[in-house]
């Protein structure tokens, strides 16, 4: 049994402490906003953060994140206010098919809180989500926009 704080929730997940948490946010919880792409930390569909740092909920195992604060996409609002890069993100039109983008925004999410500023450099060495409808001029632009507001 694991005791989770998911979005300032408590939730008790009845799993193997060796469970991927992106199993237990999706199929335990039902929180489906985070989607599996790849499985083996490569894409960054699942990422959410824990205790404010962007992660890859596929190859965390569920026993390492006990204690902390689990973000995942549908945490990332405040009281129905978006955050600002979902706000950037529908001014932008980023979304293409929209499969990637929860893992792409929480990334952004966390790269911005960590350096509010980032160079192109430094957005190529964070966010290296893939997207497979190719938003990446989308996502550059996004982020400077908010980085310069
Ligand atoms: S599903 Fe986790 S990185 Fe691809
Ligand atoms: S928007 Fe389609 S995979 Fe990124």
């Known amino acids: 049994m694991a005791a989770l704080n998911i979005n300032g929730k408590s939730y008790q997940a009845d799993v193997d402490a060796r ?3 992106l199993w237990v ?3 335990t919880i039902g929180l489906t906003g985070t989607k599996y792409g790849c499985g083996i ?3 960054g569909a699942c990422t959410v953060h824990i205790d404010g740092v962007a992660m890859r909920s ?3 195992p ?3 994140v006990v204690g902390k604060q689990i973000t995942t996409i549908e ?3 405040n009281n129905g206010t978006l955050h600002k890069v979902q706000q950037a993100w529908v001014e932008h039109d980023v ?3 929209g499969y990637c983008q929860s893992g792409m925004i929480m990334a952004v999410a966390s790269l911005l809180a960590q350096k509010p500023k980032p160079t192109d450099a430094e957005i190529d060495q964070a966010i290296t989500n893939i997207c497979r ?8 632009t996004a982020i400077h926009s908010i980085a310069s507001a």
């Open 41 to 43: 930390a490569q894409c």
């Open 25 to 27: 946010l999706r199929d």
């Open 95 to 97: 979304p293409q098919c």
């Open 62 to 64: 569920v026993s390492a």
């Open 75 to 77: 945490g990332l609002a």
């Open 19 to 21: 469970t991927p948490l």
């Open 58 to 60: 596929c190859s965390v």
């Open 133 to 140: 409808c190719g938003t990446y001029q989308q996502v550059r």
